[in-house]
């Protein structure tokens, strides 16, 4: 059990720029973080409107729109930053997981850049870097912190023992809980991406209107939601006269019920300090609330980040590059990317 600080005490020197990339998916990002924490700069381009229309993200579409987008975003963010190429002291890249052509691109750029800087590249693993969004604004961090990491493709929760460390205790057997919000979102006509959808219709609904499954709550710290998206589909076909609302409603009690359900006892379990919330679902506001809640009621440090820090974005991407460039050096140039690269857990 340790005490660290993310913003790495060092004291009188010169702030350390890490410029960071993230193209793993459908969002181009760069960001400069100083020291690992203060974000001097972090845009993300999103792609959504190119791939709505067909319902999800097209990998061809996402990685030829990343080659157009990633040289203005970066210029935006090195002059919101304030600095030009001599001022950056180490170049980042998310290198997986993710989608192989969108992640080459990113990589690509971050280790020319390195190259011609004359400064240290960094592979980061975006699972790690989702992690270090929830942390990124909160300077006094006690650990072991357990996060529930839940994105479109992932559903885990962690133990975050000491930097670099981590300890898997528990992952979704079947669909991620982001997917099991966008394909319910689909299948109600609510269009792509579903997650806001829903979050933002569930506000008008009943969440107690259909009592929707809780697959596995009491069974460990896995989790199941494909079992959920079923229930829903079977459950309108029934009855086609339901509010939408009140199914989307529903729909997201089940799930947010059983993500805090599991993460408070994860908590308690290994006797954590904190709790954090991480990617893109932890922008809903529904599990936010009761995540907060929770905490609160517990005595819990409540790591719960700003929606920008919880979807992807690559101030996080800095982040967690500045503690892998401290734990393990820079990364060599000619390793590449891993589209089924896993969160390094013990
Ligand atoms: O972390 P992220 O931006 O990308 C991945 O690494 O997957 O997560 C994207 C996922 C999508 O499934 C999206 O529907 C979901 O996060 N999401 C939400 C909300 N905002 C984004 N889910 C529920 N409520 C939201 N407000
Ligand atoms: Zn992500």
Redesign the pocket.
């Known amino acids: 059990m340790s005490e660290s600080q993310t913003g790495g005490g060092d004291g009188d020197r010169a702030p350390f720029y890490i410029l960071a990339i993230e193209t793993?998916?459908?969002?181009t990002a760069a960001a400069v973080v100083a020291n690992g924490s203060a974000v001097m700069s972090s845009v993300v381009s999103s792609q959504v409107d190119l791939h709505a229309r067909f319902g999800g993200v097209v990998p061809e579409i996402a990685s030829r729109a990343h080659v157009e987008l990633l040289p203005p975003v970066v210029a935006e963010a090195l002059v919101e930053a304030g600095l030009d190429g001599d001022g950056v002291d180490a170049v980042a890249a998310t290198v997986g997981p993710?989608l192989v052509g969108s992640l080459l691109v990113g990589v690509s750029a971050a280790k020319a850049m390195a190259l011609v800087w004359g400064v240290p590249f960094v592979g980061v693993n975006?699972l790690e870097a989702?992690l270090y969004g929830a942390l990124l604004e909160e300077p006094d961090l006690r650990l072991p912190v357990v996060v529930l990491l839940?994105?479109?493709?992932?559903t885990m929760l962690v133990v975050m023992e000491d930097h670099g460390r981590y300890r898997l205790l528990g992952e979704t057997i079947d669909d991620?809980?982001?997917?099991a919000?966008?394909k319910v979102?689909r299948f109600l006509g609510l269009g792509?991406?579903?997650?806001?959808?829903?979050?933002?219709l569930a506000m008008e609904g009943d969440p107690g209107a259909i009592a929707f499954p809780r697959a596995m709550l009491d069974e460990g710290y896995d989790f199941s939601f494909s079992g959920l998206k079923t229930s829903v589909i079977t459950h309108v076909r029934k009855e086609p006269d339901l509010a939408v609302a009140d199914v989307a409603a529903s729909f997201?009690e089940a799930v947010v019920d059983v993500l805090v359900t599991k993460a408070r006892r994860a908590a308690r379990d290994i006797g954590a300090r904190g709790m954090a919330l991480?990617?893109?679902?932890?922008?809903?506001?529904?599990?936010r609330e009761r995540f907060l809640d929770a905490c609160i009621e517990d005595g819990l440090q409540a790591f719960l980040p700003a929606?920008a820090n919880?979807?992807?974005n690559a101030a996080m991407v800095a982040a967690a590059a500045w503690w892998r460039l401290r734990l393990a050096g820079p990364t060599p140039l000619d390793a590449g990317a891993d589209p089924n690269l896993r969160l390094p857990v013990a």
Request: proline share 5%; hydrophobic share 30%; aromatic share 4%.
């Open positions: 793993s998916c459908d969002e993710g975006h989702h839940v994105s479109g493709g992932h991620a809980a982001g997917e919000f966008d979102a792509y991406p579903g997650g806001p959808a829903i979050d933002r997201q991480a990617g893109g679902v932890a922008a809903n506001s529904s599990l929606r919880c979807t992807d």
